[in-house]
């Protein structure tokens, strides 16, 4: 891979992540006004907004979101072929799309883990209430909530965000299994 494909790469995994942590802030109904959130609308509203039109958003979720980074995921492989030569061997366009499909997966599964783990970390060094931490419990809640309900009451220690880190872990290697090479290169 050439720097060239890697910067591709890399663009539209960024830009990717930030559509997918948008649909997650709209489903979580995170405070709009956050400065994380602000930033968030700033940078995909021009994207988003003459799609917005097109697609709507059904139940909180902001699927012109979800399918603008489904699109970008799908076209990163056909793309990094254009600019260098990288070749997957008898790819068609339904195996792009799938790939795309699976990016989309793991970019929100790795989403949630980064999340649970920042959470985590500023858990330990910050009592105070600022942003960060407000955000971060408004994204967590509608997952952890569930386990919550069926672990026991330990007290002060909340063992909900480990079993959901565990879970994704769990689901990584299972998706892995079932789809082996598809889900590697939606690692790429």
């Given at each position: 891979m050439n720097s060239l494909q890697l910067l591709v790469f890399m663009l539209i995994d960024i830009y990717g992540l930030i559509l997918v942590l948008r649909a997650w802030f709209q489903f979580s109904r995170v405070d709009f006004y956050n400065p994380i959130s602000q930033s968030l609308v700033k940078i995909t509203q021009p994207i988003l907004n003459p799609l917005s039109a097109m697609i709507p958003t059904i139940k909180n979720i902001n699927l012109s979101a979800l399918v603008l980074a489904f699109v970008l995921f799908s076209i990163k492989f056909p793309l990094a072929h254009l600019v260098g030569n990288l070749f997957i061997a008898n790819a068609e366009w339904l195996d792009y799309l799938f790939i795309g499909t699976l990016t989309l997966v793991r970019t929100f599964g790795k989403a949630v883990f980064y999340v649970l783990l920042i959470g985590a970390v500023m858990s330990w060094f910050n009592r105070g209430e600022n942003p960060m931490q407000f955000v971060l419990?408004?994204?967590?809640?509608?997952?952890?909530?569930?386990?919550?309900?069926?672990?026991?009451?330990?007290?002060?220690?909340?063992?909900?965000p480990m079993v959901l880190a565990f879970a994704l872990f769990f689901l990584n290697s299972v998706l892995n299994d079932l789809f082996g090479i598809y889900w590697a290169l939606a690692s790429y």
């Amino acid at each position: 891979m050439n720097s060239l494909q890697l910067l591709v790469f890399m663009l539209i995994d960024i830009y990717g992540l930030i559509l997918v942590l948008r649909a997650w802030f709209q489903f979580s109904r995170v405070d709009f006004y956050n400065p994380i959130s602000q930033s968030l609308v700033k940078i995909t509203q021009p994207i988003l907004n003459p799609l917005s039109a097109m697609i709507p958003t059904i139940k909180n979720i902001n699927l012109s979101a979800l399918v603008l980074a489904f699109v970008l995921f799908s076209i990163k492989f056909p793309l990094a072929h254009l600019v260098g030569n990288l070749f997957i061997a008898n790819a068609e366009w339904l195996d792009y799309l799938f790939i795309g499909t699976l990016t989309l997966v793991r970019t929100f599964g790795k989403a949630v883990f980064y999340v649970l783990l920042i959470g985590a970390v500023m858990s330990w060094f910050n009592r105070g209430e600022n942003p960060m931490q407000f955000v971060l419990a408004q994204l967590t809640y509608p997952l952890l909530r569930p386990i919550q309900r069926i672990l026991p009451n330990t007290g002060m220690l909340d063992f909900s965000p480990m079993v959901l880190a565990f879970a994704l872990f769990f689901l990584n290697s299972v998706l892995n299994d079932l789809f082996g090479i598809y889900w590697a290169l939606a690692s790429y």
